[in-house]
């Protein structure tokens, strides 16, 4: 089974200010990955597919990338609603298996 | 747009079977190339994929839950079903219902609220 480990666990950073988020994989999934933001109390929303391609509906301002083991989402200028949990996940081929990173919250400084 | 929710028991006892409905709306379950899965997340952890079924009825589970999991589909009702058996506590979590992008694209773009089942006597 592959895992995916996030880093940081936590990250706090100041509204306008940059993010960056890491995921590993523990062994190449090439570009099948994706990230997802979730709030509390809700699902999560799909942000990132393919590792760098942005769902529908998705600002500018959230980017993704990297292949094989190693992927960043960036956001650029954090707003005010971007402060939540964000979760990597990847997809097995065979067998057919999903999996998803523990998570990196991300707090206002 | 397309909408999932989810219904089913939020109270289930050890050893007795979870099960879940998940109403899709704003389309047909059985257009288009679609998985729809089951997804789980305990209290204040992570997302743990469970299974899937296509449109035709064709399942795959995690392998971690395979010999308790049974997924399955009722077309004419646009929805589908999940049933998890002889629970534990360790099963209690927010249970979601997902569908995927699409087209070799196996990332999840709709998602239900989330119901939250907890196994206890």
């Known amino acids: 089974e592959i895992v995916m480990t996030q880093s940081p666990a936590t990250l706090s950073v100041s509204p306008g200010e940059r993010a960056t988020l890491s995921c590993r994989a523990s062994?190449?999934?090439?570009?099948?990955l994706a990230w997802y933001q979730q709030k509390p109390g809700q699902a999560p929303r799909l942000l990132i597919y393919?590792?760098?391609t942005r769902a529908t509906g998705i600002p500018a301002r959230f980017s993704g990338s990297g292949s094989g083991t190693e992927f960043t989402l960036t956001i650029s200028s954090l707003q005010s609603e971007d402060f939540a949990v964000y979760y990597c996940?990847?997809?097995?081929?065979?067998?057919?298996?999903?999996?998803f990173g523990q998570g990196t919250k991300l707090e206002i400084k | 747009q397309v909408q999932l929710q989810e219904s089913g028991p939020g109270l289930v006892k050890p050893s007795q079977t979870l099960s879940l409905t998940c109403t899709v709306s704003g389309g047909s379950i059985s257009s288009g190339s679609y998985y729809w899965s089951w997804i789980r997340q305990p209290a204040g952890k992570g997302l743990e994929w469970i299974g899937r079924i296509y449109t035709s009825g064709s399942t795959n589970y995690n392998p971690s839950l395979k010999s308790r999991v049974t997924i399955s589909v009722d077309t004419s009702k646009n929805q589908f079903s999940l049933k998890l058996s002889s629970v534990t506590a360790a099963d209690t979590a927010v249970y979601y219902c997902?569908?995927?992008?699409?087209?070799?694209?196996?990332?999840?773009?709709?998602w239900g609220q989330g119901t939250l089942v907890t196994v206890s006597s």
């Open positions: 996940q990847q997809y097995n081929n065979w067998p057919p298996l999903y999996t």
């Open positions: 062994q190449s999934v090439s570009s099948n």
């Open positions: 997902a569908r995927d992008l699409g087209s070799g694209w196996y990332f999840f773009d709709y």
């Open positions: 393919g590792a760098s």
